[in-house]
């Protein structure tokens, strides 16, 4: 009997180890991440402070799920703090939920639903596997596989035909069922053609080997939805590794130098305007 009370003690001891071990732990990330990133997580405070008062008495479950995710993984979003940062400001800028198409499911997924939470964020990702991969481990993300018609290689006889193809004018072009025209994503979920986005995230699909699709089309069409808007506002555009030659390219030829407000790092930041009744013919769509 004296046996078993003191493995029970021992057992007890070792779970309260245990336990003062994690919140140890945890205390230290935390006043880690306070020394180095302050001013950053001052402003998540604030701004989920600002949507509880809005719209719930506390986090959503989403969040909760990130904060979780996120404390016990080593793996951390691709894109740097910097550049993050500036997609939160503008979500915080709103001050309501927020239509939010990504194209391209990975690790910061979670992250920008959380950021998000009474939105709708919306995901778009062209590798089947990889998709399962990204929704067994959160299958609560909204997310759908699309197909593209296009590979990196094609990118410059793109840029030189779509001029000549009506179906590509900027006054005209449309995205569902547009197959003549290459660089339309034609064949998306009917939820991408129905919503109006307010902000447009682009860092997929692939783009640095020839076979791959490139992200001619995602730019092409995220500037015929921005141009088509018929709500109030701008569409906020983000576009991802643009210090790579087609993003580039095809950024400054679609999005537009006049519209880009703000680059950090591999990131640039455009606030595109509704075309609204302007249909005159242009020739170029900057």
Known sequence: MQLANERMKSRWFVWLLAVLGIIGATLFIVSLIQTSENNFLCSITRTMQQQQQQFTD????????????????????????SEITITFDVLQSLHRPANFLVFGLGRDSLMWASLNPHGTTLFLEEDPKWFGIVTKE?????????????????????????????????ATATLRGNERCKLALH????????????????????????????????????????????GSGVTHVFLHDVDRKV???YAEEFLCRKHLVKGVGRLWHFEIPPMGNNTRDYARFC
């Open 187 to 230: 064949n998306l979920p009917d939820e991408v053609y129905e919503k109006e986005w307010d902000l447009i995230m682009i860092d997929a699909p692939k783009g640095y080997f020839a076979e791959a699709p490139g992200r001619m089309a995602a730019i092409f069409s995220a500037a015929v939805m921005a141009r088509d808007r018929k």
């Open 58 to 81: 506390g986090p959503t479950s989403m969040q909760l799920k990130a904060i979780l995710h996120y404390a016990t993984s080593q793996i951390v979003p691709q894109q740097s703090l």
């Open 247 to 249: 993003e580039k390219v």
């Open 138 to 170: 959160a299958p609560y993300l909204r997310a759908h596989t699309v197909r593209y018609r296009t590979q990196l290689r094609e990118a410059d006889s793109l840029m030189s035909s779509y001029r000549s193809e009506p179906a590509c004018f900027p």
